[in-house]
């Protein structure tokens, strides 16, 4: 029977020297497969014209790539990219291109599907099938940095975690990624320009704060009363708000990091002067500021987007209290790109 055979990609630069090495070759070739594999994106061994063809068939009999490919891409009619990406073993996950006037951000995914069962989000409707490896959450970055440089002619400046899943739940991998991403070998990007978004996992805020991480934290809170969080975000009976009040304040006394919060006025559920008492008081806990985003429906009206006068209220509570607030127009929402509305929908 065939052995299964290795993702080439899950080698650290270090073993495919001594993979090398072992098969009494020099150890400066793995330095070049490594930078095929990772600077140059190479998808398939014969791709790598400076090693030789007995090589690249030994590569081929030992290992395989695991690329992602662009499946199907979408675009707005606000210039918004949505890419679905299929991954080796078939599944599908979709990541987000989304460009303003200075920047190009990428909106990428940790999971296929999700584990949390946020009553407001359409990948919650999809389950968790599985964690992506850090190459598949590499691979859509750089399949987004490719698509700014050709449509935008310039290259990615942001990265956000706010596509399918929940990063914390996969933590090791996701900052697996980031290292990639961030190291002179990947991309290089700068770790400020990423922002990693959670639901909330107050362990795994702290082991952050504790490796001290680079990039910044953004928290979706939604509400700030534990009885009304518990009814939209369940997980919260299990995570309630004062271990995640506790865990943030541990992110900002270790990092110094300001934490952003996420927050949806919705008609009904948090759209009272005494929900946004509840988070001015949350916001104090540690240095914050929020962002409101507008709703992106997904059923059929069980959720409502609140009306401007109750957002409106969220801004002058909130800006009284001396927290800094802005208020989002949502991207992509005509191609089902926009926060909460990736389901693998084509
Ligand atoms: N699991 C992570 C990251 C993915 S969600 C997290 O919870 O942060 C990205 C953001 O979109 C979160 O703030 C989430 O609460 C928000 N969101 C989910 N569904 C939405 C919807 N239908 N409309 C607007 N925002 C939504």
Redesign the pocket.
Known sequence: METEKKDIRALTKEQLRNFFVQQGDKAFRGNQVYEWLWQKSAHDFDAMTNISKETRKMLEDNFVINHIRVDQMQRSSDGTIKNAVRLHDGLVVESVLIPTQTRTTACVSSQVG?S?D?R????ARLKRMRNLNPDEIYDQVVAIDNESRLYFDRPLSNIV???M???LMNYNNVLKAIDKITSPEGLGMSPKRIVV???GVPKIIKKMADEEVKFGL???L?SAIDEVRTSIMPFNSTFPLKDLREALEYWYSKTKNRITY?Y?VWKGINDTQEAADALVKFCKFAPSKVNI??????DEGEFQQANGDAVEMYQKTLERNGITVTVRRSRGKDIDA????LANKN
Do not use: D, K, R, W
């Open positions: 999700c949390l946020c407001f989000c359409a990948t975690f706010m596509g899943g929940e990063p978004s959670t639901s953004a928290v979706s939604h996420e949806v985003i507008e709703y992106n429906p997904i926009a926060c909460g509305q």
